[in-house]
């Protein structure tokens, strides 16, 4: 029932080069977010989408850039991967806006800047 | 800000004990969230709650929204139930803001 997917799974890149992560989703969901996911840290925030083409930033944004041109598709781009990125990232996406609403998670991609 | 302290962070439980993990909130919310995420694995939702308790097989879920408090509790805990649990409540972005998460491990 993957109503949401991200690929790759697995990357392994290195420092200074672009990489661009992409979750598709086959609910027709208007949101859709971009969290990382670290040690001792909570899933946080990078980028969320409202629609398409329509974007926001989130907690930790810097570094990262999104593109939603399609319903069922959002794009997290590294301009130019740092250490410091290497992350597993969770794509999310839910009907409506808010904790009142369910979100469904996509499997998550563990990027490793080398 | 809303911040999500969740306690404890690692616990290690025998089979068949009933175990508890608590999740604090200093926002008023309207909805708080419990999630489970196996070793290398996704995130499933498990409970959305805004009131009261849910049940769901072996997990109950209880919040106080006067006490910002929520509890999830496992009967006749199963090392399959090994995993980290995460709690989430609202953001100011009208997103979640997540716990850190409670490894917990069952031992058979």
């Known amino acids: 029932d993957a109503g949401i997917t991200q690929s790759p799974r697995h990357k392994v890149t290195e420092t200074g080069t672009p990489v661009t992560l992409r979750c598709h989703q086959t609910?027709?969901?208007?949101?859709m977010y971009w969290y990382r996911q670290d040690p001792g840290h909570g899933l946080r925030l990078i980028h969320y989408?409202?629609?398409?083409?329509?974007?926001d930033k989130g907690e930790v944004s810097d570094g990262y850039s999104v593109s939603r041109s399609k319903t069922e598709d959002f794009l997290l781009t590294l301009e130019s991967a740092t250490s410091s990125q290497t992350s597993v990232y969770f794509c999310?996406?839910?009907?409506?806006?808010?904790?009142?609403?369910?979100?469904?998670f996509g499997s998550g991609t563990r990027l490793t800047v080398v | 800000k809303n911040e999500v302290e969740q306690s404890p962070q690692n616990l290690t439980a025998q089979e068949g004990e009933f175990i508890t993990i608590n999740c604090s909130y200093s926002?008023?919310?309207?909805?708080l969230h419990w999630l489970q995420q196996h070793p290398g694995g996704g995130i499933v939702s498990l409970f959305m709650?805004?009131?009261g308790k849910k049940k769901h097989g072996r997990l109950i879920a209880t919040i106080n929204i006067q006490e910002k408090h929520s509890s999830l509790h496992i009967t006749a805990s199963h090392p399959r139930d090994s995993a980290v649990y995460i709690c989430a409540s609202g953001g100011s972005q009208g997103n979640l803001i997540f716990g850190k998460g409670t490894k917990l491990s069952v031992k058979p």
């Open positions: 609910e027709n969901h208007r949101y």
């Open positions: 989408s409202y629609g398409v083409k329509d974007t």
């Open positions: 709650l805004s009131s």
């Open positions: 926002v008023g919310i309207s909805a």
């Open positions: 999310a996406i839910s009907s409506q806006r808010g904790q009142s609403y369910g979100y469904t």
